[in-house]
């Protein structure tokens, strides 16, 4: 945490405190059984060399869009796909 | 910083930054043994949450708590962290990991 | 952890609606602790539903132990037989089968019963004490109910008081890491003796004839009592009935089941299907979800065909309301008209402000507190400007539903408070809510017009007087003066649209007033859609809860609007207000949502079109292709040339299937296609004998991506869509789903089949609609593939335009084709080829051994076992041959048909009987054709059809067929083609298998190799050996008994049937590989019911296949259903399970299959083998799930799993063992 952030992640560090969406390169995830694609948005909360955390970190479940997972959620950057400035808020089409 | 001094600081040959974003990862890990942690991977079981006892290489050795499959509580699991989709880990302060084993009726 | 419930069967007068509708022998499953509370309650209010009276919900979490204390206090033994869990067979299967000991229990008796859960989802329980298929069954009564199981460490509330509950239908279901979620438990269930408050079977007063009842969890609310109401001028005295069905302003709520959600809440329904005979058809308003629930690379459904004891998890996509976030009444329903009518829906309710219990509904009921789920926001409280759902909407309770604002033409001015509640982008038909974006979003309009003219469905002049249909405005001049030929309306808008319609109905006020309907006003229509983005409350086209009506009068002219917000299938629309009385006449329209920037061209000018079933659609990034959008109908009510009707029913206004079929306003039923002078059923398909069918022609050139839309637009029966040579992915946009030649469809579900025209030359190939119902009415048709140019196709740009076409196209000659001269060549040329020689033959086939069997047998069977055939030395099976893949299989068929054996010959087949039925004689000639192989359509289809050649053989003559088997697709079915009618039900059927590349096939006792079997272990030298189990499920048997008398069946046990035939659907005998062990010969008193399964006593084990297996050993059922009926079935394996798509690990786990018909292949790769994870020896059953008739007709059978080494069984060998005796010289 304490080291500066380089140069190459400068493109997170410009989303800190801001909300974005976020999307992971696997096909899908698994929580006790409930499926969702890795879509997710929040706030940016933390910035490090190797990952970035939300919080809140919203995942939007195909049943439940706007779900708020009970702790912050961090995102090794290697496994992001993608991420966008976002309004949480807004609703997307998830198929 | 610039990403050279941070490369030899994790002891990575030539400044590439796929690798220093993995070795943060790592890092990050080993910096917060015997802390809970939930980690969502893609490949079965899915989710694990467990104490983290040691980071070998590029595994991390978690002592499950739980995971989608009740009968892999309590395993000693490696994980490769590459293979780590999403985690959190919960250190002094932070919100908790809530416990799925215990009894809810509020 | 492990959960304990005490549950009791009891007796209990079920009461489905507050107009007295009753069963007065209900049954049902309660917790003890419950028991006198319902018995008092219902004891205390006779005549009113009781909430406690509901099928039992009991619930556990994943990963948990379940101990059941199971007491009977019914007058038979019953029991609770589970789905899906783990149980060990011998103490908790809740049936007596086979060797095992009894697990059900006697009156007045108590067991316990243990079950494990594994996984999240529904597990069904129903009892097998008593499954008979009449009022005297248990089943029918109510005796059923499950157990939900929860994601690990839920628990659940009452959504009213937030309390926690123990069991309950509908709960609050809460997780630490998950979100909380609405669960409903939705159990449709059909054929229930339901008496009225008088005692008598309930009336219609439309038709002043008995009435059929179906219910939802104990509930109905059929139209007969609601339109009583009306007809006395209690309530609504302008309406009819129909369009106010549904409606709550004026009538009230119905009892059925109300969902109640705040607009956004995560809901996950867990339907079952808890009946005993029909497959019917769920459907949702206004929400959508995948058809596989783990799977987010799964279909998006909006309908859904259960079968009998089958289930799925609904989780509709973005929670109550969708994407969108309507408020507002979204109704659920079985599709399948005759239901709906007869009381099988409820509605799904999304609140837009708080319940707390201080609310009243419109007509004074109090609205319950509904907690608001932890975690989400909670909804504003309703204010007097404010007041939320429903009790803005100026409606008057006791009359029809108000008119919504805004859309229609010359309409009300909107209310001040009404007002409060629109869209900040309201729009006329988007008012509420409008998820298109002014400005932003593109549109696209249409001006659609719904009105009658006759249709003429084929040449013989088979006409509906009263068709109706939507048309585009700009073409109605043209339709109506027979420029433009009618058809359902497809229209296409891309994904991402927002797409705005003027609706204008122009149909008459009244329909009817002949032998099928009487007259009825009709006076009121809309355009009701599935799938795509509305706002519920003024664009659903219906009349539903305490929503607006959103129907027009006639002349009267609406906007609606429908947002795309991705891209679709075809999109299925018609009527909500009127459409038991006329959506079989026509009322039924798509609209394909494409994929973005594609343009819609007429297919033979190269025009853009704004309408049409066929098209080729264009885009600049995705290939180019031929989009046809093909309507199944039934109950088309239809008359000859002459004027007289088509199968009228007993009565008019009579559900029971009355009229024809159709596809598109067309049929070409095949009694027309017997010509001179030898009346041969093998060339019904033949163009050169009769020309092309009035059916719709599909056209490609070889090589042209295809999609065919599926869609069913009328009205109660199941279908089954087989298309010969070309293959699909089940659900198109997952690429792990299985690969299938057939569908099943109920109506209102919608299918993309999507290929790649494969084959070379200009070729025909057959479609159809599977049962002998359909394809004898005439659903059925050619898909024309040409290699060369032809004028009226336009090529598809994007790729290389076909040759120049030298010779001219064939045409009709009247004369039948030559004979296909060569098989083809499909094969690699260095592929092994294996050889069959098979014989068709007539001969005697004992389907037990109590003497029940076909003596006019059809059989196909290897030329080596024809001599034991003949002499009787053995009872013949169904051809089975397997291959592996990579193979090349050359089949040659014989042709030793003794037409003297054939059950008729001059007069009429009569029973099986057939709608419209007429003389049909048999062929003389017969065929194979295999599904899901590669092959040269125009030498080896096995079919006769278009202007290919001549696959069919006469007597005693030969051909050669040469199939590629180029995948590992397991299960096909094999068929004659020559006969439909006369040959299939009579055994012309068999299997393909393709197996593993290297695989040997062994008999299972001595391990030698064998050619065919339904029982053989399959080794592969990289593979684990596994025993292979294979089933031909079939109908529309005619058995006759040990005294040469004809059966009819269905035959109900121990009572005298009230029909003398049942629907065609139905009639005829069931079986396993020409076997069936029908219980009549195993009980004559209700008493002995439960040991119908026992093989102790003098009946022994079944004459079904009888399979065995030792613990643990790897098991694969090959599970085929080639004939012959439209009645679909549900095949259940005890103690076992398998993925619904089995190449696909995301699939659900499942131990049921339903949906199964003419043409259904599936393999059931059974978890953890033989035995299930417990590994417990024991007799497993397989059956049907259709208690009423298949499992007294005896279609049931056992896997027997050995304790002990038998020489009957030869164990699996592991590889080293394998290779330890090829080293020691067995070169097998």
Redo the contacts between chains.
Sequence with gaps: MA???????QLFLDMLYKNILLV??????????QTFR?IFTGKVVEV????ITLDPAIIKMHNAPFYKF??????????IALFTPFDPNRRLPLV | ???NS?SK?LGIEGGD??A?????????FKDNKGQRA?I?I?PYP??IIGTIFEVVSDYVVIDAQ?T????LDDERFSIH??D???????KPG????????????D | MIRKFHIVAIPIRIVVNKFGDHDPDGMMYALKENESLIQKKVQHHPFTPVDLVEPLVIRAN??DDIEITFENKLPFNTSMHIQDAEYEVFTSDGAFVGINPDTTVKPFDKIVYKWKV?FEGLFFFSDLGNPLSSELGSNVHGLFGALFVEP????WTDPVTGK?IKSGVFADV????LPSFREFGWFFHDEMEVDDLTGQKPISPHTLQPEATHAINYRAEPMRNRSRLIQEGVVCPDCEGEEVHHDSWAFGDPDTPILRAYVGDPIKIRLVHAGVQETHAFHYHVHQWLFEPTDQDSELVDAQAISPQTHYTVTPLYGGGSLQGAIGDAIIHCHLYPHFGEGMWGIQRNFDTLQDGSQCYPNGVPIKALQPLPGLPVPSKPTPQRPGFPNFIPGIFGSKAPRPPLGIEGGREATKIEKNHFAPNARPGAVFVNPCIPNVTPEREFHVVLIQRPIIYNKQGWQDPEGRLYVLAEDEEDVLAGRKEPEPLVIRANAGECIRFKYTNKLPETIGGNAFQLVNRTYEAGMHVHFVKFDPLVADGANVGWNYDSGVLPGETIEYQWFADVELKATFWHDHLFPNEHQQHGVFASINIQARGSKFLDSHSGKEINAGTKATITNPLIPDFRELSLFVQDFSLLFDKDGCPLNPPPFPGSPEDPGVMGINYRNEPIQFRLKEPDFDPAYIFSSWVHGDPVTPMLETYNGDPVRIRLLQGAHEESHSFNLHRQRWYRERPDLDSEIDQQQHISISESFTLEFNMEGEGDFDMLYHYGSLDDIWLGNWGIFRTFEKMVPHLIPLKDREAPPTRKDPLPRPTGQKPPMAQQPGKPCPPNAYVRKYDVVALTTRINYNDDGDHDPHGIIFALKDDVHDILEGNVNPEPLILRANVGECVEVTLYNQLDEDAFHHGKEEHGYPDVPVSALFPPSKRISIHAQHVVYDVRYSDGATVGFNQDQTIGQNESITYRWYVDRDFGSANLWDMADIRNHRHHGAFGMLIAEPRGSTYLDPMSREMVYTGSQVVISNPLLYEFREFALLMHDGVRLVDVNGKLILDPEPLLIVSEEELEDFEDQGSRGFNYRAERLSHRITSINDVFKAFSSEGEHGDPSTPLFKAYPGDPLTIRFVFPADRARAHAFVIHGHKFLRSQNDVNSSIVSVKGQNTVGTNDDFLLFYGAGGLLRQPGDYMYRSGNIRWDIELGVWGIIRVLDHETELLAPLKPHSVIMMDQVGGDSE
């Design positions: 080291d500066p952030i380089i140069e190459e992640n992971l390169e696997c096909d899908q995830l698994n929580i006790l059984g890795p490090t060399n190797g990952f009970p702790t912050p959620l961090s995102f090794p950057m290697e496994d | 910083m610039d990403i941070l600081q930054i796929n220093i974003r993995q070795a943060v990862v790592s890092r990050e939930l969502l893609a899915f989710l739980v989608n499959i009740s009968e962290i590459d780590i989709e999403v985690f959190y880990i919960q932070r919100p908790e990991i809530p416990d799925i084993r215990k009894e809810h009726h | 994943a990963g594994n690990r460490g839920s628990w926690p809460h997780n630490p890491i």
